[in-house]
């Protein structure tokens, strides 16, 4: 299941800084929010979610921000660690019974 | 370990040749998914299977079919293979058939197919 080789940005930060990954969201409609985290060997894994209703939620040391008016959605990641290296997704739920993926984004923890 | 299991976790064949990759859900999950994800498409929705029965469709080529068993194992075959059928290949589950609200998908560790 790794992610190695995907053509990806990435984000680049110190041990201990806080991270912020961008996603930007294609449907309007789109009334519920997942931010999955993907590990090199695994599967994606569900990190936290966000209904349209709400504009900020927060998890263990993760925030994540949703604007419908610009259809942007963000997850911070407060005092990052190595061990969040990993390529981070995020998915809306369309309506139809799928989720669509974001492309996705490589972050690379430095010690 | 996800509970959701995917075999093989390794494929490679030939072009034109005909594979089939299986999913095990989750324990109590009744719905499973097919992703691909490839070096330039990232995670694109393939099929969804709920009970046994295709629930929905995404861009699923008609060489791909799936199917979900009474046991609720499911099955992708790909058939007269291409070189751009590389890819992962996951699979999730969930609870219920609809995606909502809190139905959150849990992925299983993927199979990868390379065609030479």
């Known amino acids: 299941g790794e992610s190695v080789g995907l053509h990806l940005p990435t984000l680049s930060v110190q041990e201990g800084d806080n991270s912020i990954i961008n996603c930007a969201y294609s449907?309007?409609?789109?009334?519920?929010f997942i931010w999955y985290k993907q590990e090199s060997g695994k599967g994606p894994q569900f990190i936290i979610d966000i209904r349209s209703n709400m504009d900020k939620r927060q998890g263990q040391r993760v925030t994540v921000l949703l604007n419908k008016t610009v259809k942007h959605l963000s997850l911070q990641i407060a005092a990052t660690q190595p061990g969040d290296s990993a390529v981070y997704f995020c998915a809306e739920n369309t309506g139809f019974q799928k989720l669509v993926f974001g492309t996705g984004t490589r972050l690379l923890v430095s010690p | 370990d996800s509970g959701v299991t995917q075999t093989p976790k390794h494929l490679i064949t030939a072009t034109g040749q005909r594979v089939t990759l299986r999913c095990s859900p989750r324990s109590g999950d009744l719905s499973v998914y097919w992703y691909q994800q490839s070096l330039d498409q990232g995670l694109q929705f393939l099929i969804q299977y709920y009970n046994g029965e295709e629930r929905a469709k995404g861009n699923i080529l008609e060489r791909f079919s799936a199917q979900q068993f009474p046991d609720l194992h499911s099955e992708l075959n790909l058939s007269s293979l291409e070189l751009g059928d590389s890819a992962l290949y996951f699979c999730a589950s969930s609870v219920v058939g609809q995606l909502e609200g809190a139905n959150v998908l849990t992925f299983g560790a993927g199979s990868r197919l390379t065609v030479l």
């Open positions: 449907n309007s409609a789109s009334d519920y």
